[in-house]
């Protein structure tokens, strides 16, 4: 108990240096901006955004990522709220409520709780994390490669199991993005791998690069076959961004539930905080005195799912940050940022770098705390960026991409392949593939070759050591009974549509 | 009863596809995306080809990349098989104006950043990639892509310190003129 005062008093003495708490708020505020833009969701303005943090010190990065992460998150939200477009499959089910609320003119509370119900559950969540971290870590530092290896086959089968859409097309981008990680350098004898002789990719390809080129770019060129949009923006002044203590008080309930099931279902990898909204969304209707209210602006419609999914963003953070695992795509973004900051994810930064790490649990405190106290009140601000056309839209997404891609290593084929990656997308997304496993494999991808590479040395170079040791036994074991629960809905369904066509 | 059903089911198929031409694939969607899958992965076997495999009880360069091309390989034929027994969405319709449009204002902006600087290359991708849309206001835009250019401006080298450079540098004759 002491030790866990003790370590988020270190976290929060880092967060609130006025250094890392400008990082925070001007995260935070650019977060909003690019997340409140519709059909940009969490993880395209995180990606759009990576690069302003890559000229920081580390810290100081990923305390702004953090504040992009929330203000990305509280952009989205806003955008459903008021426009009725999802930014994100997370926030699908605050449409439902949140826009019968915003039609009623009852817009301000709307945002309102849905801030309050994600600072709330941000709360719980942050020490949640901090107690869970570092129990979790000494377990993972039992691990070796072999049981790692097949940690990672595990959080990827998770992800893919848990996420929307096919088994095998989602299991496909996984392949494919480990493929695309292979690109470049080998790690042990420095042979050039599927480099095609050219110089530029002899480091292998940028991580900013797939992911700003599959979910930035790719986006805008999926925007862009859209006929002209016809919004449904919400007109009008946005008041009573206060919302009253009986509002509070019929909020309650939802919100507690809210964070109980996201801060459960976070910790799962995959669409944890995407499942955390529809279950919490569910719940809820379940639990209210009047469930016809709901989908007719049900203010706790709207407070259990923006707690939920808050709350599971949160404990995403748990195996990340003591297994090293992303469980999901904006995870694998802060991955690839740690990664680029020269901090390898996993058990040994809460050991080496314990100011890191305390300071990015309590940043993310800071960040919710950040969004209800200054970012609510600018609202108004951003709603009137809701009504800046598309085709000036575009353009200033395209050219602030390309300055950020840019501005990494001051290289311009990174921003051809950023451009190449957003056909790629473009591609994904026509034949219905899930880019965000990619992203998962790609992260993944040089981790999981080290640790097969020394597991496979250190067994003598039998595949068998994977079974006979315990714990990765029972890793695999499990892995192989997703997939098969997984699978074999999808081929029962199969049959019975061939005997919906016989009979 | 059974070929009654196999007749009424293909009947649905051609209504759901009116060019009727691709009507033997029943999921078009995924049969080319696996297709396209294997292909990648072979293009993945012929460049890691060359590559040492295993040496003994160690893996070699070689091994990871077609270990990994051969998983790809596999999940492309059995999403290339599924296209082909289910039935599905046809072949989408990919648009060429939005993917041009951006990919060359894109190869526009890695042209001009090194020669002519962040403001001048901000400003004229701007006008680019806008004077793409349909409805495009020449005065609005113009207005739009100066606030941008400002706002990139401010954000990236003032308040961030990333060093760019700024405005046009040519060098003739040696000498280098920077603006």
Redo the contacts between chains.
Sequence with gaps: MFDLINNLALGFSVAFSAQNLFFCLVGALVGTLVGVLPGVGTVATIAMLLPITFGLPPVGALIMLAGIYYGAQYGGSTTSILVNIPGEATSVVTTLDGFQMAKQGRAGKALAMAAIGSFIAGCFATILVAALGAPLTSVALLFGPTEYFSLMVLGLIFAVVLAKGSVVKALAMIAFGLLLAVVGSDLETGAGRMTFDLPELADGIGFANVAMGVFGFAEIIRNLEGSSEDRQLVQGKITGLMPTWDDLKSCFGAIARGTGIGSLLGILPGGGAVIASFAAYTFEKKMSKDPSQFGRGAIQGVAAPESANNAAAQTSFIPLLTLGIPPNAVMALMVGAMTIHGIVPGPQVMTKQPDLFWGMIASMWLGNLMLVVINLPLVGIWVQLLRVPYRLMYPSILVFCCIGIYSINNSPWDVVMAGVFGLVGYWLIKHDFEPAPMLLGFVLGPLMEENLRRAMLISRGSAAVFFTRPISAVLLAISALLLIVAVLPMIRKRREEVFVEES | ??TI??GN?EMSDRIEEPQGARGRIRNA??F???V??IG??LI?FY??WD??G?R???????T??RL??G??ML??V??AA?GLT??G?AM?R??I???L???S???L???M??PLG?VVS?FL???F??SG?S??RWI??TL??IA??AF?TI??VY??????QLWPRFTIGGTTIAF
């Design positions: 009863m059974g059903g196999v089911r969607q995924d080319w995306g696996g396209v899958l990648l992965a993945a460049a890691s590559l040492p295993m003994g009880f160690s893996f070699g360069p070689g990871t990349p990994f091309a998983l790809l999940l492309g059995v999403i599924i289910t039935d969405p989408p990919f648009a104006r939005g993917p449009l951006v990919t204002a894109i190869l902006f890695a042209l950043i090194r962040l901000s991708m701007f006008m990639a806008a849309s409805e495009t609005e835009t739009a892509a941008l250019t990139c954000l990236f308040l961030l310190g990333l060093p760019f």
